[in-house]
C-alpha cells in the first residue's frame, strides 16, 4: 500500500516564506518496508508460528509492500529447532533456505525477499563484550549468490568488523543492525564503518535510550562525512503479536522503513534504499525532508536555500513532539564506548507539539546555516513516532 502525501492538514512556516513554488516531487510513491523479520524454520527463535506464508499474509493484512526475512546466521540451515551451540552445526549454511518460498509468495502487490543477520558473538566470558549483527540485504534477486555461506562460529572468533566484511564480500547491501541494544553481545563492535545502512530504530522494544544512542551514531557518521542510510526494522520474531507490541515481542511493521521507488518492485525498492531516499515510522507515521535551491528546485545540499519538512502524524500518537535539528559536531566514543552513543551537538530549530492524525508542511530558510539537518517526531509511549532522512548542507 503506497503511502501518498497529499494536502496538509496543519502548516507551519518558520523565518520568512519560501520560494513561489516547489517543483513538484518526481514520479514514485512511498512504500513500507520491514527491513528486519525472523522466520520459522530459519531463525531459531520464533516460536515457530512465523513460517513465510504467515508472514506475507499478515504483512498485507498491516499494509506493508514488502518484508525482508533476515534470519540468524548460526542456525539457519544448520538446525533451527534447537539453540544450542554444536560446533557439530558451526558454518554449514545454507544462508538462505526461504529464497524460493519467498518468490512464490511475491505478488505484484506485495514483496517477500530472503535476507540474513550474520550473528556472531563473543564466548566464554566474553559474552558481555559487543560484537554486532549485520544484515544482508541482496540488491540483485537474479544474480545474487545464494550459495554463499556466512563464518559467524566458533564463539569469539568472529568480530562485528569481520561480519560486515563477509556481507560485503558476499555482495550484501549490509545494514547494521542495532549497534546499541539490552543484549551486549548484539551490540556493534565498531571494527569498521562502511556499512550501507544503520537501524536506527529497532523494535525490540518502543523508541528507547538504545535507539537514542543509534541517531546519535547515525548523525555522528554523517558529520563526520559517511552517509549511512536510515532505515529501521521491527526485529519481530513471532508474527502473531498483536500491534505494538511491547517489551522483547515487537509486532510486524513496528516500526519499519518507508521508501520512496518509482514502483514496488525490488529494483526499484533497492535503488530507492541507495538513494538514502527513506524514513522510519510506525503505524502511519511518516517525515519527509527534502531540500530546495532559492528558486525551488531539489537540492543535494551544497546549493540549499530552503529545508522543507512534510509529514504524517498517526491518530494512535500519543502526545506527539516534532523536533527538527540541525546538528553541527560529534564527539566521538567509538569503539571505546558501546553503551552510551557518540554526543553530538544539534542546534534545535523546531521544537513543537502536534496533534494525533495531522499532517505537515514545513519549511525553513537555510541562510548559509550548514550542518546535517534531521527530523523525528517522539511520542509519550515511545510508539507511533518517526524519523526523517538526514540533508547535509556544506
Known amino acids: ?63 506493508l509492500d514488502a518484508v525482508l526475512l533476515a534470519d540468524h546466521s548460526n542456525s539457519t540451515g544448520s538446525d533451527p529447532s534447537t539453540t544450542a551451540e554444536d560446533p557439530a552445526l558451526f558454518n554449514k549454511g545454507p544462508e538462505f533456505p526461504h529464497w524460493d518460498s519467498a518468490a512464490l509468495l511475491t505478488t505484484p502487490a506485495f514483496l517477500l525477499v530472503q535476507g540474513n543477520e550474520l550473528s556472531p558473538v563473543k564466548g566464554g566470558t566474553s559474552t558481555l563484550q559487543p560484537t554486532g549483527h549485520i544484515g544482508c540485504l541482496p540488491p540483485d534477486l537474479n544474480s545474487f549468490d545464494t550459495s554463499y555461506v556466512f563464518e559467524d562460529r566458533p564463539m569469539g572468533s568472529v568480530s562485528g568488523g569481520d561480519a560486515l566484511g563477509q556481507a560485503i564480500d558476499a555482495g550484501c547491501w549490509s545494514i547494521l543492525y542495532h549497534p546499541y541494544a539490552v543484549a551486549p553481545w548484539i551490540r556493534y563492535d565498531w571494527q569498521r564503518f562502511d556499512y550501507d545502512a544503520m537501524e536506527v530504530w529497532n523494535g525490540t522494544g518502543a523508541w528507547d535510550s538504545h535507539d537514542e544512542s543509534s541517531r546519535r551514531a547515525w548523525l555522528c557518521d554523517w558529520v563526520q562525512g559517511r552517509r549511512p542510510v536510515l532505515v529501521g526494522g521491527s526485529d519481530n520474531h513471532r508474527v502473531n503479536i498483536s500491534p505494538p507490541g511491547g517489551g522483547s515481542d515487537p509486532a510486524l511493521g513496528h516500526p519499519h522503513t518507508i521508501v520512496f521507488a518509482e514502483g514496488l518492485s525490488w529494483p526499484s525498492l533497492v535503488a ?22 532559492a528558486d525551488g528546485n531539489p537540492s543535494q545540499g551544497p546549493d540549499a536555500a530552503w529545508i522543507r519538512l512534510r509529514g504524517r502524524i498517526d491518530p494512535l500518537a500519543q502526545d506527539p513532539v516534532l523536533v527538527l535539528s540541525r546538528c553541527t559536531a560529534c564527539t566521538d566514543n567509538r569503539p571505546g564506548d558501546s553503551t552510551t552513543g557518540p554526543e553530538v551537538t544539534e542546534e534545535v530549530m523546531v521544537d513543537m507539539a502536534l496533534e494525533p492524525g495531522s499532517e505537515l508542511d514545513m519549511e525553513w530558510a537555510v541562510e548559509e546555516r550548514s550542518g546535517i539537518y534531521h527530523a523525528i517526531v517522539r511520542t509519550a509511549d515511545g510508539h507511533y513516532g518517526s524519523l526523517s532522512r538526514a540533508i547535509a548542507v556544506p
Open 1 to 63: 500500500m503506497a503511502v501518498c502525501l497529499m494536502c496538509s492538514l496543519l502548516v507551519s512556516s518558520c523565518g520568512e516564506s519560501g520560494p513561489p513554488d516547489y517543483a513538484p516531487d518526481p514520479p514514485g510513491s512511498w512504500y513500507r518496508v520491514d527491513l528486519h523479520v525472523h522466520s520459522s524454520g530459519a531463525s531459531n527463535d520464533t516460536g515457530g508460528d512465523s513460517w513465510p506464508s504467515a508472514i506475507a499474509e499478515q504483512a498485507q493484512n498491516m499494509g
Open 272 to 293: 530507492g534504499l541507495q538513494a538514502g531516499k527513506t524514513a522510519v515510522g510506525e503505524g502511519s507515521s511518516i517525515l519527509q525532508l527534502d531540500a530546495y535551491t
